[in-house]
């Protein structure tokens, strides 16, 4: 059974940075796609960034792009979300998820293509 742990959350002031984790274990395939979605209290889940662990392509919502970084460490297989210039509007809980086996489209906001997802970890923001 395949699983997601995030880790790395908590509190920080306006303009801080955090480094989210997501270790990976428990599978005997290759996460190739894997990404970070976030939700806030009464609002829907949304994409924040994916990756392609394949060959390292990424996508960026719109709304981090610039200030949140995707990354791999694939000796450790864990995932990373580095948050620089955290607001408000970033407090949420963070969720990672990977594609089990190959992906068709990759990388990819859609959350609907991710089959597992994290337990979640929470980030606050305050101004």
């Known amino acids: 059974q395949a699983r997601l742990l995030e880790s790395g959350g908590g509190s920080v002031q306006a303009g801080g940075s955090l480094r989210l984790s997501c270790a990976a274990s428990g599978y005997t395939f290759s996460f190739r796609c894997m990404a970070w979605f976030r939700q806030a209290p009464g609002k829907e889940r949304e994409a924040v960034a994916s990756?392609?662990?394949?060959?390292?392509?990424?996508l960026y919502s719109s709304s981090v792009e610039g200030r949140f970084t995707i990354s791999l460490d694939s000796d450790k297989n864990t995932l990373y979300l580095q948050m620089n210039n955290l607001n408000p509007d970033d407090t949420a809980m963070y969720y990672c998820?990977?594609?089990?086996?190959?992906?068709?489209?990759?990388?990819?906001?859609?959350?609907?293509?991710?089959?597992?997802w994290g337990q979640g970890t929470q980030v606050t923001v305050s101004s």
């Open positions: 998820a990977g594609v089990g086996g190959l992906p068709n489209i990759c990388p990819t906001l859609i959350s609907g293509r991710y089959d597992y």
């Open positions: 990756f392609y662990t394949g060959g390292g392509a990424t």
